[in-house]
């Protein structure tokens, strides 16, 4: 397994950005396939995006396309979420997630996750 740090988070306006990072440590995630979920209150967890370890077709949650943007850095083995245009439903504690197999990452059902962020938005 890899140990996942997320950071990044915290309080911002409807409509401004944050960028999430996650860390990882223990493996190098060149052949690993990230991803973001997250969890509001009262809700289940659910899927934002992902990235293949060879970077091509990430894939997004059909609520943040066009606002979030994934990225890796495999020689600082970290991933990143780009948040732009945040609402305020955007609010909950973000994670991150790593597996050898896209699907078990875009399914939730990595091997691997962070602590969590959190991240708020105000309207």
């Known amino acids: 397994q890899v140990q996942l740090v997320e950071s990044g988070g915290g309080l911002v306006q409807a409509g401004g950005s944050l960028r999430l990072s996650c860390a990882a440590s223990g493996r190098t995630i060149r052949s690993y396939a990230m991803g973001w979920f997250r969890q509001a209150p009262g809700k289940e967890r659910e899927f934002v995006a992902a990235?293949?370890?060879?970077?091509?077709?990430?894939d997004y949650a059909d609520s943040v396309k066009g606002r979030f943007t994934i990225s890796r850095d495999n020689a600082k083995n970290t991933v990143y979420l780009q948040m732009n245009s945040l609402k305020p439903d955007d609010t909950a504690v973000y994670y991150c997630?790593?597996?050898?197999?896209?699907?078990?990452?875009?399914?939730?059902?990595?091997?691997?996750w962070g602590q969590g962020t959190q991240v708020t938005v105000s309207s």
């Open positions: 997630a790593a597996d050898t197999q896209f699907r078990k990452v875009v399914g939730g059902l990595s091997d691997s």
């Open positions: 990235i293949t370890w060879s970077f091509n077709s990430p």
